[in-house]
Nanobody
Framework: QVQLVESGGGLVQAGDSLRLSCAAS????????MGWFRQAPGKEREFVAAINWNGDSTYYEDSVRGRFTISRDNAKNTVYLQMNSLKPEDTAVYYCAASPKYGVTTNFGSWGQGTQVTVSS
């Protein structure tokens, strides 16, 4: 079972950028598709972005497409979420997720503990 640890969250202003990182351990990282989800207060967790095993295929939720970029470095066992043009509605706890699949997926079974992103207006 892969273990995931997110970092990089914080408090930023609207329009700013932030990069989240997720370090994986306990498994062969390149055997996993990876994803990011988020959960805002009082709302259900929602899908944000996903990437396949080698990074050449990605998928985004409509509200973040064009602003967020998911990427991975298999040599560092790390997946990233670059977030640009942040909006107050992006405020949430962001979770990293892993799935033992090679292709892009929105179904994940392993989760990190989350990192808080707060965007002020």
């Amino acid at each position: 079972q892969v273990q995931l640890v997110e970092s990089g969250g914080g408090l930023v202003q609207a329009g700013d950028s932030l990069r989240l990182s997720c370090a994986a351990s306990g498994g062969t990282f390149s055997n996993y598709a990876m994803g990011w989800f988020r959960q805002a207060p009082g709302k259900e967790r929602e899908f944000v972005a996903a990437i396949n095993w080698n990074g050449d295929s990605t998928y985004y939720e409509d509200s973040v497409r064009g602003r967020f970029t998911i990427s991975r470095d298999n040599a560092k066992n790390t997946v990233y979420l670059q977030m640009n043009s942040l909006k107050p509605e992006d405020t949430a706890v962001y979770y990293c997720a892993a799935s033992p699949k090679y292709g892009v997926t929105t179904n994940f079974g392993s989760w990190g503990q989350g990192t808080q992103v707060t965007v002020s207006s």
